[in-house]
């Protein structure tokens, strides 16, 4: 069997970490890499109006520049009360360059006076995967919650100390990576992915 180099188009080191466990469990002839073994990749401009076509410009880009598959995610937090906001502007809600405490704080404020049974949310992500020729496929998964009145919890990045996910009473950032990487919006992206990335495989040993 034929292992094939798939490449994360991320440097986000908490993001790797998130995934890698899910490509593992997926057992698949593929040797992981990410832009961290890619210094001279520039990063790509995220100026898509959504997660899927942020997602695709990143894995072409990075699928081109490498010549390996490359796997790319976009993902954001909606609020209802913010009309859907921060949305495809989630990581850069707070400025360009903010931190995720910086986002989470103008978060807060903005929500400040919204009670709870308004303050609900989603994750949203869309995953792309793409070769050097073509885009193989680009998907991508929600998980629904609320918005909790302080941050809670040290696990976890971006806003999950902020979000609750429906049926829990702990939030991302205090939830097991177990239970996370089972029912968060990026895992249920990752699961349709890794579906399109097998069958990519297969045809390619064929």
Do not use: W
């Amino acid at each position: 069997m034929t292992v094939t180099d798939l490449v994360l188009a991320t440097r986000n080191a908490a993001k790797v970490r998130e995934l890698t466990p899910m490509l593992k469990r997926a057992g698949l002839a593929i040797n992981l890499l990410s832009l961290q073994d890619f210094p001279g990749c520039e990063a790509v401009v995220e100026d898509g109006r959504s997660y899927s076509e942020n997602a695709v410009k990143k894995a072409v880009h990075v699928a081109r520049l490498t010549g390996r598959i490359a796997l790319a995610d976009d993902s954001g937090i909606e609020v209802d009360a913010l009309a859907g906001a921060p949305g495809i502007l989630s990581a850069r809600f707070a400025g360009e360059g903010a931190t995720d405490k910086e986002n989470n704080e103008k978060l807060l404020a903005l929500l400040r006076d919204v009670p709870e049974r308004r303050r609900q949310a989603r994750f949203v992500c869309a995953v792309a995967i793409a070769d050097p020729e073509k885009v193989i496929d680009v998907v991508e998964g929600t998980c629904a919650g609320t918005i909790v009145a302080r941050e809670r919890g040290g696990g976890g990045f971006g806003y999950d100390p902020l979000f609750q996910p429906l049926e829990y009473s702990r939030t991302f950032a205090e939830l097991s990576p177990e239970i996370k990487d089972r029912i968060s919006h990026r895992a249920r992206a990752m699961e349709k992915a890794l579906m399109a990335l097998e069958k990519y495989l297969i045809r390619k040993e064929l």
